[in-house]
């Protein structure tokens, strides 16, 4: 073994296990956070779930602040990454957004994901920069994203469309229509899949018909 290799093993195995104990944490403040909400929860609590003393979370994060924004902004740009990866050479437009619309419409209908928004929201007013930042990690990102793909099929001739970004908003709160604020509400039964394969069945026929290319 090169004498590189030995001194770069040590560091490696740090910042493994310095990650893992921040993962630890963040899924520990997720429980409690969820429970009792950003205002009812504290960091000796955090602690307690995560099971860490308070000296360690506060190695991590210096606040409950810092703890809360991180949680949130990693939770949306997870779901951005995961959803969002869009094959632009795929030519089966309608394909590629009915897979797209199935997996963020079964995504944002989880009731932890629910909660979520809830929890982000009710926070927003003593803290306004935390919706900020939750908004320009998730659906920024993912309107981004769909709009970079959309820009490929536009210029190939699939679609037509003269702002790409708009067209991206408009898909993906085509797919949803309110079933989100229905839900954020706690008004209506579950989300069953039948309704899931409805919706977005209907949400790419009137994408199509609006974006669709000249016939």
């Known amino acids: 073994m090169s004498a590189g290799a030995t001194t770069l093993e040590p560091v ?8 893992d104990k921040r993962r630890q944490i963040l899924d520990g403040a997720r429980r409690v956070f969820m429970a009792a909400g ?15 003393s308070k000296g360690t979370l506060y190695v991590y994060f210096d606040s409950k602040e810092a703890l809360f924004e991180a949680l949130t902004l990693e939770a949306k740009r997870c779901l951005a990454e995961a959803l969002f990866r869009l094959d632009a050479d795929d030519p089966d437009v309608a394909a590629v957004l009915t897979r797209l619309g199935t997996t963020y419409l079964v995504e944002m209908v989880r009731p932890d994901h629910v909660a979520l928004i809830r929890m982000v929201i009710g926070a927003c007013e003593k803290f306004p920069r935390f919706g900020q930042a ?37 898909f993906l ?6 079933l989100l604020t229905r839900l954020l509400f706690c008004a209506g039964g579950p989300v069953m899949g039948e309704e899931i394969d409805y919706r977005i069945a209907e949400a790419v026929r009137v994408f199509f018909a609006g974006y669709g290319p000249e016939t």
């Open 12 to 19: 490696q195995a740090q910042a493994g296990a310095e990650g």
């Open 38 to 52: 950003f205002d009812g929860a504290s960091m000796g609590e955090i602690a307690r779930a995560a099971s860490v």
């Open 134 to 170: 939750f908004f320009e990690a998730g659906p920024a990102q993912g309107v981004t994203r769909l709009a970079a793909y959309l820009d490929v099929q536009v210029e190939a001739g699939r679609l037509r469309a003269r702002d790409t970004d708009l067209a991206a908003k408009h």
């Open 173 to 178: 709160h085509l797919c949803q229509a309110g």
